[in-house]
């Protein structure tokens, strides 16, 4: 009978205890996160204990997961390397006893932390362990979100170094995991124009644009009819645009550009503005009849002076006003010197701005020096001669280019006055005759 207390007796001990364990662990749980903000340091020690405390007593990860990741967060902020690596391992093995929208705001939270670290080398390698373990145990999905916002933040803060190599094992990823049925069609091509996006992001910034008109002419073209995404078309029609401008097909980058400006302005990117200064610029190279400034949509901007200064440029080209022009085109408030993009295209604009002046100019004289014309275009003889030949060779003008006396010969003007002196010479004859001629009475 005396036993049968005891043992009674014990079995509520053991009880209270583990209720005593429950209670603490969650007392810390509260506490530290009250901590983390002011006093990470102690936020820290407390979600440490609790995590030794849960696996001490052999109970599942209740606390253990969301303990972890505070921890691995709070070591980003103090710098704590030293058993940062381990405690990722650990809550990556935690991954399969929750669900997995909590697995996706885990991962974003420690890829939204992880830059926090100074160390890039540790950053790269815990980055590319979560992407592995990813791969190798089928997250598929958990896998391209990460990767995708792994290689956004590189991209965001510089650190690019194996940045490439990560875009090219998605995309590996995006082909296998299509032959393997486990996506679609239009999953996969919408992951790989992620991963292009992404990747023309990083060569654009690297000043690598011969390889962004490669790689679109590759890759990219053959994805479009699958893109529906606002967002999504936007960056294509951007990228297809700037290709274009590149590759001096004006026309067809203005319309691009102006789509894609569209297209960001309906989803409220700020990039909207800054496609609408790129198709005010296509719109003079290609010298096309349409001012955007017209546009509906471009009427949000009016007010904005970087804006105000593009629509005052396309007024000054369409007024044939190339002194005003170039003076609008050097201003702060266009800012060709702060867009890399831009300064790439600078030369093309220039040399519109020299062909239009030089036409206007030759529609006055018969023979112009090319020192004189140099003076004027504020450029070399050099450039001059090629601007002339390209006039000449778009059928724009009509003459010759005389190197021995360093003149060009203006072929229009000088049948034109050919034709005024021939119609001169026949007016006088005709006058004599009629002097001559004596009507009979």
């Known amino acids: ?16 205890e583990a209720n005593d364990q429950e209670i603490e662990m969650e007392n810390l749980f509260y506490e530290g996160e009250d901590l983390m903000r002011n006093q990470p340091e102690a936020a820290l020690e407390k979600f440490l204990k609790l995590i030794e405390l849960e696996k001490d007593a052999g109970n599942q990860a209740k606390w253990r997961f969301k303990s972890l990741l505070n921890v691995i967060i709070l070591s980003f902020r103090l710098q704590r390397t030293e058993t940062i690596e381990t405690e990722v391992k650990e809550i990556l093995s935690l991954m399969s006893t929750v669900s997995r929208n909590d697995a996706n705001d885990t991962l974003s939270k420690i890829f939204d932390s992880i830059f926090l670290l100074t160390d890039v080398r540790v950053v790269m390698s815990l980055s590319k362990g979560i992407l592995n373990y990813l791969k190798n145990n089928k997250y598929e999905q958990l896998y391209f979100n990460a990767g ?122 700020p990039k909207a503005k ?68 831009l300064t790439r295209i600078q030369d093309d604009i220039q040399v519109i701005v020299w062909k239009e002046i030089t036409k206007s100019i030759l529609q006055s004289y018969s023979f112009v020096r090319i020192s004189s014309l140099a003076k004027e275009l504020r450029t070399t003889e050099s450039n001059v001669r090629k601007i002339l030949i390209e006039l000449i060779l778009s059928n724009e003008i009509k003459g010759l280019i005389n ?26 004859w005709v006058d004599r005759l009629k002097k001559l001629y004596v009507e009979p009475r």
């Not at 009978?1 to 053991?14: F, K, P, Q």
């Not at 200064?277 to 001012?291: C, D, G, Q």
């Not at 050919?418 to 010479?425: D, L, S, V, Y």
Request: glycine share 4%; with cysteine.
């Open 148 to 269: 995708t916002k792994l290689c956004k933040l590189c991209n965001d803060k510089g650190y690019t170094e194996n940045l490439e190599e990560i875009l090219r094992e998605l995309e590996t990823m995006a082909d296998v995991c299509f032959k393997n049925k486990i996506i679609d069609q239009n999953k996969r091509n919408s992951l790989l124009f992620e991963i292009y996006a992404l990747e023309f992001r990083f060569l654009e910034a690297k000043d690598r644009f011969d390889e962004i008109i490669v790689k679109y002419n590759q890759k990219l073209k053959d994805l479009a009819t699958s893109v529906f995404d606002p967002l999504t078309k936007a960056i294509l029609e951007e990228t297809k645009g700037k290709v274009l401008l590149l590759e001096k097909n004006w026309e067809k980058a203005d319309s691009a550009l102006i789509e894609a400006f569209k297209a960001y302005l309906e989803v409220g990117n």
């Open 1 to 16: 009978m005396d036993d049968d207390i005891y043992d009674y007796d014990d079995g509520y001990e053991e009880q209270d």
């Open 274 to 341: 800054t496609l609408l200064k790129y198709a005010f610029v296509s719109s003079i190279l290609s010298n096309s009849k349409i001012n955007h400034a017209y546009n509906v949509e471009a009427k949000t901007y009016k007010d904005d002076p970087e804006i105000r200064a593009m629509m005052n440029l396309r007024e000054a080209f369409e007024q044939n006003d190339f002194k005003r022009f170039h003076k609008i085109f050097l201003s702060p408030q266009i800012g060709i010197n702060n867009d890399p993009f």
């Open 403 to 428: 190197d021995v006396e360093g003149i060009f010969e203006n072929h229009e003007k000088i049948f034109e006055k050919k034709t005024i002196e021939r119609n001169q010479a026949l007016g006088l």
